[in-house]
């Protein structure tokens, strides 16, 4: 556990709390907002679904529940890290999904901002397109001899990420020849199976392996992202530890007392109950905002799916949305509050930001400026996001609040656990699978038919005829 966390008083002082207060019928009336006796009614589902989610934690069936605790996995990583710091002034994660989001993501909240290639630490490119004038920009900007290339695919079967190793497969073996061009390169991909490990075994490449088990959009902390995390000089072990503190709290069989499991409700009856097929996740800090990025894929990816209801299929599942306030109240914010009553926002409110710029007592004459005096930049952030919250209510708009004391590695940890909690809970809810994407699966196989990969002939065929049935004269 990290230093500062040891003791339960500083483990509370720093804990993330819940508040479902503003998604109450109390706050926001009965038509828009849940009611205890609507709460009491979904418990047994969710003692049944927590209930669940440990039993297949102890049987081994979810690892990404164990990463907190995976203790010799992270001395590893950190060793990693050390060995490649000396010639990794610039780290470049080729993938796309959660294979780089999560890296992205923790870089964006935790590391230091701005460049850091040759000041002692690494600098964190993460691409995760297949745009060319992406790629040509970073190739062109970095420094070969200093750079390395993580190249993240679990099966070698990702078109977007294989094209990318290529292309820089062949710059490499252009500049450094057939022997040291693979200095430059870590692969992480199955430690058994799959194209990319057939490629690693042929030439010899260094490889980590991608945990067996942990789906793309459940990956965060695992090593593919605390790599990268630690050559940024981010508090893993810290991450880690204020992941293990939320397991503990999300093991709970009381859904009261189980932070993820009243998320996890109160969603899911603001869906079903209520109309609310839109989940906005609006952090009041910059920081914070890679974080909405991230969820956005958990909860799609997690609960887009359709389930069996009396014998028929139907589509479940909320949009989600990210925001950012304050910033988003000025371009968002009205549609949230006079557009379709068809959306929860889940704010995330940060107690204590870390800087603290106070606004100079200038102009006390003028009204509209005046007032200002005296507060600090981060309580006015707050005061903004209370307003938000009250504007919306009066206008029966449900809101959620996740209050974060600040932005810290121990408090970061603790969120991403909830939330992928969370989003495995209210998977069981809607009773779909949240560890697997079938509609993705379904573009990757006509993507391949498209493109000519042998073997899916059927898929192509099936793009001619539906590129065959558009007709000229929606042309303009």
Same mark, same amino acid.
């Given at each position: 556990m990290a230093k500062g966390f040891r003791g339960k008083r500083k483990r509370d002082d720093a804990a993330v709390r819940v508040d479902l207060n503003?998604?109450?019928?109390?706050?926001?009336?009965?038509?828009?907002?849940?009611?205890?006796?609507?709460?009491?009614?979904?418990r047994p589902r969710l003692e049944s679904a927590i209930a669940a989610l440990q039993a297949e934690r102890e049987q081994g069936l979810r690892p990404f529940l164990e990463l907190p605790f995976q203790r010799d996995d992270l001395a590893e990583t950190l060793a990693l890290a050390e060995r490649l710091r000396?010639?990794?002034?610039?780290?470049?994660?080729?993938?796309?999904?959660?294979?780089?989001?999560?890296?992205?993501?923790?870089?964006?909240?935790?590391?230091?901002?701005?460049?850091?290639?040759?000041?002692?630490r690494s600098e964190l490119i993460v691409v995760d397109n297949i745009d060319p004038?992406?790629?040509?920009?970073?190739?062109?900007?970095?420094?070969?001899?200093?750079?390395?290339?993580?190249?993240?695919?679990?099966?070698?079967?990702?078109?977007?990420?294989?094209?990318?190793?290529?292309?820089?497969?062949?710059?490499?073996?252009?500049?450094?020849?057939?022997?040291?061009?693979?200095k430059h390169l870590l692969i992480t991909t199955d430690a058994d199976s799959g194209s990319m490990r057939q490629i690693v075994n042929d030439e010899g490449f260094f490889a980590t392996a991608y945990p067996s088990g942990v789906p793309?959009?459940?990956?965060?902390?695992t090593a593919v992202h605390l790599l990268p995390a630690a050559l940024l000089d981010i508090d893993v072990e810290g991450l880690l530890s204020g992941a293990a503190a939320m397991a503990e709290r999300c093991a709970a069989p009381d859904p009261d007392a189980n932070p993820a499991a009243r998320l996890a409700g109160a969603r899911y009856l603001l869906d079903t109950l209520h109309g609310v097929q839109v989940a906005v996740l609006m952090p009041y800090s910059d920081r914070l905002a890679p974080l909405a990025e991230w969820w956005r894929q958990l909860w799609a990816e997690s609960l887009g799916k359709r389930a069996e209801r009396d014998g028929a299929q139907i589509a479940v599942?909320?949009?989600? !949305? @990210?925001?950012?306030?304050?910033?988003?109240?000025?371009?968002? &914010?009205? +549609?949230?509050?006079?557009?379709? %009553?068809?959306?929860?926002?889940?704010?995330?409110?940060?107690?204590?930001?870390?800087?603290?710029?106070?606004i100079p007592r200038s102009y006390p004459d003028i009204d509209d400026v005046g007032y200002l005096g005296g507060h600090s930049l981060g309580e006015l952030l707050n005061i903004e996001q209370r307003a938000t919250e009250l504007a919306l209510a009066k206008r029966s708009r449900p809101t959620i609040?996740?209050? !974060? @004391?600040?932005?810290?590695?121990?408090?970061?940890?603790?969120? &991403?656990? +909830?939330?992928?909690?969370?989003? %495995?809970?209210?998977?069981?809810?809607?009773?779909?699978?949240?560890?697997?994407?079938?509609g993705v699966d379904e573009v990757k196989r006509l993507a391949c038919g498209l493109g000519g990969k042998p073997g899916f002939e059927d898929e192509r065929r099936e793009m001619e005829r539906w590129l065959g049935a558009k007709q000229m004269r929606y042309l303009t």
């Open positions: 503003g998604a109450t019928d109390a706050l926001v009336g009965a038509e828009a907002g849940i009611s205890q006796a609507e709460l009491d009614g979904l000396p010639t990794a002034d610039w780290f470049v994660m080729l993938g796309v999904g959660g294979s780089a989001l999560g890296a992205r993501t923790l870089a964006g909240m935790l590391g230091e901002r701005g460049p850091r290639a040759g000041a002692g004038s992406t790629l040509s920009a970073v190739l062109e900007r970095i420094d070969l001899r200093r750079a390395i290339f993580n190249v993240v695919t679990r099966s070698g079967e990702t078109a977007e990420t294989m094209a990318q190793f290529l292309v820089v497969r062949e710059l490499l073996l252009r500049e450094f020849g057939a022997v040291d061009y693979t793309g959009h459940f990956s965060i902390l599942g909320q949009t989600p !949305v @990210p925001a950012l306030g304050a910033t988003d109240q000025h371009s968002q &914010l009205q +549609l949230y509050l006079d557009g379709p %009553a068809d959306k929860v926002i889940t704010f995330l409110r940060v107690e204590d930001h870390g800087a603290r710029l106070e609040t996740i209050e !974060v @004391p600040e932005v810290s590695p121990f408090c970061v940890g603790q969120l &991403l656990y +909830l939330l992928e909690v969370e989003a %495995a809970l209210t998977a069981a809810l809607y009773g779909v699978d949240p560890y697997r994407q079938p």
